[in-house]
């Protein structure tokens, strides 16, 4: 690993960096690879001379006093110091950029989520996170959710479902709760088995999975309804004729 120049922006990042934590430019892996083969190259290339009467020698050629070579030294591990300094500057500058994009994109997936496991997941990853109290609380709220749609599922009334999908309107659970209320409606109108029970069920329910059901049931109950009308007719004209046909004494 080492420091490479960004092709776009010329900053130093590090040699294994995807992208540029400065312009964003993507980071060829074979690019890198040969930049920092040429960066290398160049260090290596670099003659260490010294200077004796002006002019410069090869350091085994020069005779240098000890207090030269301690000087010698010093600018050397000093400079080695400050490339490592700024190696692994870089790279804690990248991991630390890196760690906060996948903060800021675990929290983006939180909306509108209703499963709580995911939200303990994200405190318990970044438990210093800028957002970890908002999280704290949509998590408690979400568990609280969670937990009382499961005692609706077992012990629910249709009473309880209405109370439920009144309080939480943008909850997950609402669409089945509402499905189960259009279920037991729907049971409830057949039970009556009354046209004024269908006409309930149809003014609750406009767009209800059993309104067609309900349509042919109301025309069924009407039609038993005309033909009920027309046989109580008939035999209240049978009587009046059978009372007209007796003779008078």
């Known amino acids: 690993m080492a420091m490479i120049k960004c092709p776009e922006c010329r900053h130093h990042i590090s040699s ?56 010698g030294r010093g600018w050397y591990l000093l400079i080695c110091i400050v490339l490592l300094g700024l190696l692994f500057g870089g790279i804690y500058y990248y991991e630390y950029r890196a760690d906060r994009q996948r903060e ?25 996170s800028q957002y970890i109290e908002d999280v704290r609380a949509r998590y408690a709220q979400v568990a609280a959710q969670q937990q009382e749609w499961q005692r609706l599922i077992e012990n629910g009334t249709r009473d309880d479902l209405h109370r439920f999908v009144r309080e939480h309107p943008t909850s997950p659970y609402v669409k089945v709760a509402q499905s189960r209320i259009d279920s037991l409606d729907w049971a409830e109108a057949k039970n009556r088995h009354t046209l ?54």
Not at 16 to 36: L, R, V, Y
């Open 104 to 128: 800021q994109h675990a929290y983006e997936m939180l909306q509108d989520c209703s499963n709580p496991d995911f939200y303990e997941d994200f405190i318990i990853r970044y438990p210093k």
């Open 16 to 71: 294994m960096a995807k992208t540029c934590p400065e312009c964003g430019c993507p980071i060829d892996p074979e690019w890198a690879q040969a930049e920092t083969e040429r960066e290398l190259k160049k260090l290596e290339e670099v003659p260490f001379t010294v200077e004796v009467g002006g002019e410069e020698i090869e350091p085994d050629e020069a005779v240098q006093p000890p207090s030269s070579r301690r000087k």
């Open 196 to 249: 004024e029970a269908v006409a309930q069920y149809v003014a609750s329910h406009p767009d209800g999975y059993y309104i067609d059901h309900a349509e042919q049931l109301r025309q069924t109950l009407e039609r038993q309804r005309a033909e009920a009308l027309a046989a109580q007719r008939d035999s209240l004209a049978a009587d009046s004729v059978q009372a007209t046909a007796q003779p008078t004494t």
